[in-house]
C-alpha cells in the first residue's frame, strides 16, 4: 500500500532550487531512508510532507490528503518529528507528551492507556518528572519519538533522528522504529550517514535537490558486487592510496583502516587481477557509499596540489600530548582524566557522540579553555605558559568553518594572513599558494555564504593553513558533506600528511575515523579505548563496523 | 477554537514562564530596579544645590539675610568674605552661583535700590535659573517679613501636585514603561525562542490553529502583565508615597486597555523576527524608546516639533502614561479615560490584525 505519492514536486527558496522534480512512492510498513547531504533538500521534502510548506509545482499526497489543503486532518495522521525534537526543555516529559497529547485531541479516555504504551515502548518511565533539557541526547530522541507518536499516526516523519547522538541510543531507536512499521506504520527517516541507508528497506537517495536512486538498497549496492576490493600493503597506506586514485581503472578508492578499499570502473576486466602489483587483494563487500559514489560519477582524483607546495615539516618529537586532563563545569565532568600522545605525521581521531567531552578537550588542547588539572603540550609548548606561542603552531579549522559571510573570499584569506602575522611579500604569496592549491580563481569575488559547502570547506582549510602550521585541528570536518567533498577534502588532509603535518581531528561520524590512523572512543567524559581503528573493530569481532566496535566497548564499560 | 487545545496551550505557558528565571526577572525584578531608579535617581527637582553667599558687611541685616540663604532646603551655603573666592569654585563647577551682598546694603535697602547681585553657572541654563528664582524668592520673603516693600511678584501654584516633586510624575509613568517591556519584549522574545528551538515548527505540524497559538501565548503574558501592575502600584502608593486618586478597578481597567497593544505589537515583533536577537532589538526600538520618549513621560508632548507630535499619536504608551497621571494625581476623569482607552485598543486592534496577517500556518521564510 502507498502512503506518500510525490509527483513532480519542485521548490524553491529565492535563488536556490531546493528540490528540482522528486517523483516517488513511499510504502506503508516500510522504513524508508530519506538519504543525502546536507543541502540535498532532505528536510525541505520532510517538510513538504509535513504539510509545513507548500510545493512551487506539482503534487504530494500523503496519507491520502493534500498537506497543505487538509492541513489539520493531516495533522491526525501524520507524526514528525522535527531535527531537534520540538521539545520544551523547560517541561517535563511527562508534560511535553500530555501537551502534545491535548494539542492532538488524545481522547481523555484514553490518554492513560497511550502514555502508559509510549512510555513502556521508549523506556522512559523512570524520567517522567524529569525536565526534558535535562535529559541525555537519547532520551530526548525518545521523548521526541514519543510525541510524534501520541495519535498512533500512519506516517512518521523523522528528521535527521541519529545526529550526534550515541551509537547505542541510535541502535535503540532504530528497533523502536523498526517495531513501528510491522504495525502498518509507513516511517521516512531523512539521514546524512550513508551507512544507515543498508539498514533501511527502501531508499530514496537525495542530491543538490534530485533523486538519484529509489528501491531497496540492496538493489543499489547490487551492481558493484565484484567491483570492490580490499588492498594491504606493508608500504605507506597514503602513499598507495595516491597510487591507487591515479589508476584509470579505479573509480573510487578510500582508506579503511590499515587497507586501501577500492572501487573499480565498471567492465573492468580480470577484476582484482590489476591490483595485485600493488598489494595483497581481497574481495569486499560493496557499501551504500560506493554505490553513491558511482551514481555521481566516481571520486576526485588523489593528488592534492596544495600539499605540493608544501614545505616538509622538519621539527622532531610529538606533536600534541596531554597527561590526565580533567575539565569540570560545577559538579559535571566534562573531561575525565584524558591521556594520550600524537605522533608526528599522524592522524589521530576523537570519536564519541554530542556530549562525550570531545570539544571540551580539544578546547583545551587549543588553549581555548583552561583545564581543572592535568597538563596538555602543543608542539612542545606547555599550554599553561604558552598558550599564544602555541597557537602560532597549529592550524585550527572549525565545525562552522568560521568564515565571514560578509567579506569576499579574497579578503577572508587576507584577513586570516593578517591575523597570523604575514606581511607584505611573504603575505601575498602565500594567499596566491592558497589559492592556486584550492583552485578558489574564479571564486575570488564571491562571499562565502553564496558557496557551496565543498567550497566553504576548502576556503575554511586554506585559512587554516596560512601560517603553514606543523599541526592542524579538525573539529568535525566533514559530517554532512557530500562523499566526493569528503574526499577531496580528506585528499589534502592525507597530502599533508605526507609531509609531515600532524592532525588531530574529532568527529562523531563513525566512518570518519577510517581515515585515522589511531582512534580514542570518548564515552561520557573518558577516554574508554585508544587504537588503530583495525583493532579497535576487531575487539567487536570479525567484520564489524566500526558503530558496532564502539557500541561493543561502550557495552562493555557498562557490564565491566 | 478548540478550548481544549486553547488551555493546554495556556497551561504549557504558564509552567514555562513560573520556570523560566528571565521571564520572573523581567517582570518582578527589573521593575522594581527601574522604580526605584526614577523614584530616587532620576530626579528633576532641585535641592541641596551649592551657592555661594558673598558677604562684604558685616550689618546686622546683611547678615540676616545671608542666614535665612543658609537656612532654605534648596541651597548647601558656603560663605565667603570676597568675591575671589568663590569664583574659582564656581569655574570649577563646584558652586552653581553665587549671592553677593554688597557693602553697601543697608545704604541701598534704605534707598531702595537693587540689593544683591546673583551670579549662575549659565552651562546648564536649567539650574541657572533655579538658582536665579529660588534666589530671588528668598530674599522677597526676607523683604516681606521685615514689612518692607516687596515689587509685584508671581507667585505660582502647582496643582495636583502641588510639591511639584517629579517623583509623582515619573512613578506612574515607570510603571508604563515596565508594562511595554512585559507585554512587547516578553512575548517577543518568548515567540522567537519557540522558532530559534524548533518548537515552533512541531506546534505548526499538530492540529492547533493559528489563533490558538497566539492567544494561548497572550493570556499567560496579559495576567503577568497585571499581576506586575499591582505589583508596581504598591510599590509606588506604599514605598514612594505616591497618591492613588482613583480607584484600583480603573487603574486595572486601563492598564487591561494598554496590554492589548502592547502584546499586539510584541505578536507582530515575532511575526517577522524569528531569532532573539532581532526580537529584542525590534522591540527596543519600536516599543521601549517611544514609550520612553514620545510618550510624554520624560518630554513634555506639547513642546515638541508638531511632525513628532503627530508621530505621538500612535504610541500607545502615551494614552498609558496620561490616564496613569490622571488616575494617580487627580482621579478618575471619566472623559480623558475613555478617550484614551478606546485609542489604546483601536492600535492595537490593527496590531492583532497585523500580527494574524502576518502569521502563517508554515514555515515559509
Known amino acids: 500500500m502507498t502512503a506518500i505519492v510525490l509527483d513532480d514536486v519542485h521548490k524553491r527558496f529565492g535563488q536556490a532550487r531546493a528540490l528540482r522534480g522528486i517523483s516517488a512512492r513511499i510504502a506503508a510498513g516500510r522504513l524508508t531512508g530519506l538519504v543525502g547531504p546536507d543541502g540535498a533538500g532532505k528536510t525541505t521534502l520532510i517538510r513538504l510532507m509535513a504539510g509545513l510548506l507548500t510545493p512551487d509545482q506539482g503534487q504530494l499526497r500523503v496519507a491520502g490528503l493534500d498537506p497543505v489543503q487538509d492541513s489539520e486532518v493531516l495533522a491526525e495522521s501524520v507524526g514528525y518529528m522535527p531535527q531537534r525534537f520540538g521539545l520544551y526543555e523547560d517541561l517535563t516529559v511527562q508534560e511535553n507528551l500530555h501537551l502534545y497529547a491535548e494539542l492532538r485531541g488524545v481522547a481523555k479516555a484514553d490518554y492513560r492507556a497511550t502514555l502508559d504504551r509510549l512510555l513502556a515502548f521508549t523506556r522512559l518511565e523512570p524520567f517522567t518528572d524529569r525536565l526534558a533539557g535535562r535529559l541525555s541526547g537519547g532520551m530526548k530522541q525518545k521523548l521526541g519519538l514519543a510525541c510524534a507518536l501520541i495519535t498512533s499516526p500512519k506516517v512518521l516523519l523523522l528528521d535527521e533522528p541519529g545526529v550526534g547522538v550515541d551509537p547505542v541510543s541510535r541502535q ?47 538493489a543499489l549496492t ?56 600493488l598489494g595483497e587483494v581481497s574481495a569486499a ?64 581521531g576523537l570519536l564519541g557522540p554530542n556530549g562525550a567531552g570531545k570539544s571540551t578537550t580539544f578546547k583545551m588542547l587549543c588553549g581555548l579553555l583552561k583545564p581543572s588539572s592535568g597538563e596538555a603540550r602543543v608542539a612542545g609548548v606547555d599550554l599553561r605558559h604558552g598558550a599564544s606561542d602555541a597557537k602560532l603552531r597549529l592550524g585550527y579549522m572549525a565545525q562552522k568553518f568560521s568564515l565571514y559571510g560578509l567579506l569576499s573570499v579574497r579578503q577572508n584569506l587576507s584577513f586570516y594572513a593578517g591575523v597570523y602575522g604575514l606581511r607584505g611579500r611573504e603575505k601575498r604569496a602565500r594567499i596566491r599558494e592558497m589559492i592556486e592549491g584550492f583552485q578558489l580563481e574564479p571564486l575570488l569575488d564571491s562571499a562565502p555564504d553564496q558557496l557551496s559547502l565543498g567550497f566553504k570547506q576548502r576556503l575554511a582549510l586554506a585559512c587554516a593553513l596560512m601560517h603553514r602550521p606543523p599541526i592542524l585541528f579538525l573539529d568535525e570536518p566533514t559530517s554532512g558533506v557530500d562523499p566526493i567533498t569528503r574526499r577531496e577534502f580528506w585528499t589534502h588532509i592525507n597530502g599533508l600528511v605526507s609531509k609531515g603535518v600532524t592532525v588531530l581531528v574529532t568527529t562523531h561520524f563513525m566512518d570518519e575515523a577510517e581515515y585515522c590512523d589511531r582512534v580514542a572512543l570518548m564515552y561520557r567524559g573518558r577516554v574508554i579505548a585508544l587504537d588503530t581503528p ?27 | 477554537m478548540a478550548s481544549r487545545r486553547l488551555l493546554a496551550l495556556v497551561k504549557k505557558e504558564s ?112 539650574t541657572a535659573s533655579f538658582v536665579a528664582g529660588y534666589a530671588r524668592g528668598v530674599l522677597s520673603s526676607w523683604l516681606a517679613e521685615r514689612g518692607l516693600s516687596v515689587p509685584v511678584m508671581l507667585v505660582p501654584r502647582f496643582w495636583f501636585n502641588p510639591e511639584v516633586e517629579t517623583r509623582r510624575f515619573l512613578v506612574p509613568g515607570a510603571i508604563a514603561i515596565i508594562m511595554t517591556m512585559i507585554g512587547t519584549l516578553l512575548t517577543a522574545l518568548v515567540v522567537a525562542r519557540e522558532w530559534e528551538r524548533g ?33 508596581s502600584t504598591l510599590l509606588a502608593i506604599h514605598v514612594f508615597d505616591v497618591p492613588l486618586r482613583g480607584s484600583w478597578s480603573t487603574l486595572l481597567l486601563v492598564s487591561a486597555c494598554f496590554l492589548v497593544p502592547a502584546l499586539g505589537q510584541g505578536l507582530v515583533i515575532s511575526a517577522l523576527a524569528r531569532n532573539q536577537f532581532i526580537a529584542a532589538q525590534a522591540a527596543l526600538f519600536s516599543g521601549f524608546l517611544p514609550a520612553f520618549l514620545l510618550s510624554g513621560f520624560l518630554f513634555e508632548i506639547d513642546a515638541m516639533p508638531a511632525p513628532i507630535r503627530w508621530l505621538t499619536l500612535i504610541v500607545p504608551a502615551r494614552y498609558f502614561i496620561e490616564s496613569l497621571h490622571s488616575v494617580f494625581l487627580v482621579g478618575d476623569v471619566w472623559p480623558l479615560l475613555l478617550r484614551d482607552m478606546l485609542a489604546m485598543l483601536a492600535i492595537g486592534a490593527v496590531m492583532f490584525a497585523l500580527a494574524r496577517a502576518r502569521t502563517r500556518k508554515s514555515l515559509e521564510p
Open chain 1, 222 to 277: 547490487e551492481r558493484l558486487r565484484h567491483r570492490c576490493f580490499r588492498l594491504a600493503s606493508a608500504g605507506d597506506k597514503r602513499a598507495l592510496l595516491a597510487q591507487v586514485l591515479a589508476r584509470p581503472d579505479v573509480r573510487d578508492a578510500t582508506i579503511q583502516g590499515e587497507c586501501v578499499r577500492v572501487v573499480l570502473a565498471e567492465g573492468t576486466t580480470g577484476a582484482g587481477a590489476a591490483l595485485a602489483s
Open chain 1, 534 to 560: 583495525d583493532a579497535l573493530k576487531a575487539r567487536a569481532g570479525q567484520g564489524a563496523s566500526m558503530e558496532q566496535a564502539f557500541i561493543h566497548l561502550i557495552e562493555a564499560q557498562a557490564h565491566g
Open chain 1, 172 to 218: 535503540d531507536l532504530w528497533r523502536m522504529v523498526q517495531a513501528l512499521t510491522g504495525e502498518g506504520m509507513a516511517v521516512v527517516w531523512a539521514t546524512a550517514y550513508l551507512e544507515e541507508a543498508e539498514q533501511c528497506e527502501e531508499v530514496l537517495l537525495m542530491n543538490e535537490g534530485r533523486l538519484h536512486f529509489s528501491g531497496r538498497p540492496e
Open chain 1, 285 to 348: 563487500p560493496p557499501r551504500f557509499e560506493d554505490a553513491f559514489i558511482d551514481l555521481l560519477g566516481g571520486g576526485p582524483g588523489g593528488h592534492s596540489p596544495l600539499a605540493d607546495r608544501m614545505p616538509a615539516v622538519t621539527t622532531r618529537g610529538d606533536r600534541v600530548s596531554c597527561r590526565h586532563l580533567t575539565r569540570r563545569f560545577g559538579d559535571f565532568v566534562a573531561a575525565d582524566d584524558v591521556s594520550f600522545t600524537v605522533r608526528p605525521g599522524e592522524i589521530m
Open chain 2, 199 to 231: 518548537t515552533m515548527e512541531a506546534l505548526l505540524s499538530t492540529p492547533a490553529r493559528i489563533p490558538e497559538i497566539l492567544l494561548g501565548k497572550l493570556l499567560p503574558y496579559f495576567a503577568l502583565g497585571l499581576v506586575a501592575t499591582l505589583g
Open chain 2, 15 to 126: 509552567l514555562q514562564i513560573l520556570r523560566d528565571p528571565s521571564a520572573m526577572l523581567i517582570a518582578f525584578v527589573l521593575p522594581v530596579l527601574l522604580l526605584f531608579l526614577f523614584a530616587y535617581a532620576v530626579s528633576l527637582d532641585i535641592r541641596q544645590l551649592h551657592l555661594g553667599v558673598v558677604l562684604q558687611t558685616d550689618s546686622a541685616q546683611a547678615r540676616s539675610l545671608a542666614a535665612e540663604f543658609a537656612g532654605t532646603p534648596y541651597f548647601r551655603v558656603r560663605p565667603a568674605r570676597d568675591r575671589r573666592e568663590v569664583e574659582p569654585l564656581l569655574v570649577r563647577g563646584e558652586l552653581k552661583g553665587y549671592v553677593l551682598i554688597p557693602a553697601d546694603f543697608d545704604r541701598r535697602l534704605a534707598r531702595g535700590e537693587p540689593l544683591v547681585q546673583v551670579v549662575t553657572d549659565g552651562t546648564q541654563p536649567n
